[in-house]
């Protein structure tokens, strides 16, 4: 038999007689590809300039930086406002699971994003978020500089680790500028999430992508392999690389900066990209690059941090295939790539089907394809399980809202950040027509902050407690506050169908539908994002409307994706849902073993590993 070796670099396992080899250091090494060869003799060897008492630049570390504006990393930890925020902690929960040697950085928001009350009329009042770090991070000692409006800002950090399945950890670096140093315009920096004018959210993309490199070297973490830059606000992150490197003696080095990023944009809206006016650009970053090449990575007219990041990342992708193709429409000629979303499966399914799961999918914690297997577990022990987790849910609606649903009613779910494109009052649109299928029959649960700046986002919140109002004890609408992780869990979890319904083509992939689907909580969704790929219908849920918006504009698609969805209720879901348990506890089951089992955060970050960073 072969003697077996493994590849120094990945750690893979080699056939001497298939792999390659190079002799270092007297010894015969054998890896498992070219690629790995080099980047052994890359890291390895001193590089010729290289002289004793002289900073060195740090050599590669096979260490992935993940740069994110937003991580939900704790239920307790208010730093995270939506989708984006979630799936940035799912990538940091399954890069542990997995052993993924990353480090990521984020911002301390102190404040938080903001915390909802509504009054009656479902009016939105929004409060700062009091949290103490203290009680969830370790404050790191030093603090790195950033020059911000040609004022010297020192920034410092506090970790968090996040542990995986087997005691991993990723570190979560979380950027603070509250030091008695810094001015007190400058101390509250990094005090709300999205919040303030463009200058504000300039100096916070500085202190997340500038401060964020600096602060990585400082701590040691220097000579990071690969910079992910999730979404454009970290791009700035590309350029310190470019300052770096020009420190070093290599000027201009976009090709190796560009080798080093990965990018994954995640807005399908040229008008969703963080975009700055140059004036603005001078005065509070100063002059990073002369402002030709600037405006040749950045755009012309204004610095669009989507393009800039584009521009400077050798990999990037969207978040569903067609995101991909929307994105291709926004920046043509570009070469982007697809990896899926997904969520991490342990945080997101409840303790009932996490015990299910325990008894018949062996594995399913760490290797969550193992969900396919779903398919064998009675039928009569999924519902039992999902019984248990709509009591769970009932009893949370009568605690916050007062309000005491039934059990046996078909329990539709909606809740997102409350803004227009998400359409949360599309299932009110005929309001008679509700009233007429659901009587006595369907209720909602509904949830979602609006974004303070977001009028229209608000006035949503207030028409769909209008709704409920009208359509009284007939068809119960209950508008829950302060929609968080925590309330994610319970109420994807508990309802009975989970109803998305995004204009077409903005929503890139949406997420909380998979959470649903790890709880045999199955879609009625627009064919939009993730849901093309997840539909089949009828066996994991069901779509509303044509996958292609219509030509009409926005008040026909409003109106044909209503009367399918009505149709749809009417006709297919709840005859299944009250005549044919069987046949309702079957799609239930589908949603577990063909959704769950592929749109989960360890399929998506190995494609991460595969593709953008061992590329
Ligand atoms: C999952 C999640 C979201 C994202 O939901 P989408 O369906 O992708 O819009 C937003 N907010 C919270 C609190 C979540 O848990």
């Not at 300039?202 to 602060?215: A, C, N, Y």
């Not at 590309?238 to 000027?251: C, D, K, P, S, V």
């Amino acid at each position: 038999m072969e003697k077996s070796y493994r590849d120094p670099v990945c750690g893979m396992p080699v056939e001497p007689s298939r792999g390659c080899s190079a002799q270092h250091a007297g010894r015969l090494l054998y890896f498992c590809s070219d690629y790995c060869r080099r980047e052994f003799f890359r890291t390895a060897e001193p590089s010729p300039s290289e002289q004793p008492g002289v900073v060195r630049e740090a050599r590669p570390a096979r260490r992935i930086a993940y740069f994110s504006m937003e991580v939900a990393v704790d239920p307790g930890m208010p730093t995270y406002a939506g989708g984006l925020g979630v799936l940035a902690g799912d990538t940091l929960r399954s890069a542990a699971d997995l052993r993924v040697p990353m480090v990521a950085v984020s911002l301390l928001h102190r404040k938080g994003h903001f915390q909802q009350l509504l009054d009656a009329d479902g009016a939105q009042v929004e409060r700062p978020v009091g949290w103490s770090p203290e009680e969830f991070l370790e404050p790191l000692p030093g603090s790195v500089e950033v020059e911000i409006e040609r004022r010297r800002v020192q920034v410092r950090a506090w970790k968090r680790d996040v542990r995986g399945l087997d005691g991993y950890t990723v570190p979560v670096l979380f950027l603070d500028t509250d030091l008695p140093e810094n001015s007190s315009e400058d101390r509250r920096l990094t005090d709300v999430l999205y919040g303030g004018d463009e200058r504000y959210r300039l100096s916070q993309e500085i202190v997340l992508g500038i401060g964020g490199v600096r602060m990585l070297g400082a701590l040691g973490y220097g000579g990071i392999w690969k910079v992910h830059l999730n979404e454009g606000h970290a791009a700035l992150a590309a350029l310190e690389l470019l300052r770096e490197a020009a420190a070093f003696g290599r000027e201009r080095d976009f090709e190796g900066v560009r080798r080093r990023c990965v990018f994954t944009t995640h807005t399908p809206v040229e008008a969703g990209h963080d975009r700055f006016d140059y004036p603005l650009v001078r005065r509070v970053l100063g002059e990073p690059l002369p402002d030709e090449v600037l405006r040749a990575l950045g755009g012309e007219e204004r610095l669009n941090l989507t393009l800039l990041a584009l521009n400077l990342s050798g990999y990037v992708n969207g978040v569903a295939r067609k995101h991909e193709e929307v994105s291709k429409r926004l920046f043509p000629g570009r070469d982007i790539q697809t990896i899926n979303n997904g969520v991490h499966s342990l945080s997101w399914t409840g303790d009932t089907f996490r015990a299910l799961f325990d008894r018949y999918l062996p594995h399913w914690r760490e290797d969550p394809a193992m969900l396919r297997k779903a398919l064998s577990i009675p039928l009569g022990e999924i519902w039992e399980a999902h019984s248990g987790a709509k009591a769970v849910l009932l009893k949370a609606v009568r605690e916050l809202a007062g309000r005491q649903l039934r059990p046996d009613a078909l329990t539709i779910g909606f809740a997102r950040r409350s803004t227009e494109y998400k359409r949360p009052d599309l299932v009110f649109f005929a309001l008679e027509r509700l009233r007429r299928i659901g009587r006595g029959q369907i209720q909602l649960v509904s949830a979602g902050k609006a974004h303070p700046q977001d009028r229209r986002g608000k006035q949503l919140i207030r028409q769909i407690v209008a709704a409920g109002r009208a359509l009284g004890e007939e068809v119960p609408v209950v508008y829950l506050a302060d929609y968080d992780t925590a309330l994610a869990r319970t109420l994807t979890a508990g309802v009975d169908l989970w109803l998305n319904t995004p204009l077409r083509p903005l929503e890139a992939s949406g997420t909380s539908g998979m959470k649903a689907a790890h709880n045999g909580v199955p879609s009625l969704s627009v064919l939009d994002g993730w849901w093309i790929e997840g539909c089949v219908e009828g066996v994991t849920g069901w779509s509303i409307g044509p996958a292609e918006p219509p030509a009409g504009g926005r008040a026909e698609a409003d109106s044909l994706d209503a009367g399918d969805l009505y149709d749809k209720l009417e006709r297919t879901i709840l005859p299944m849902y009250f005549g044919s348990r069987g046949g309702w506890i079957s799609v239930m089951q589908h949603a577990i073993a063909l959704n769950a089992s592929f749109f989960n955060s360890h399929r998506m970050v190995q494609e991460y590993v595969t593709d953008a960073y061992l590329a």
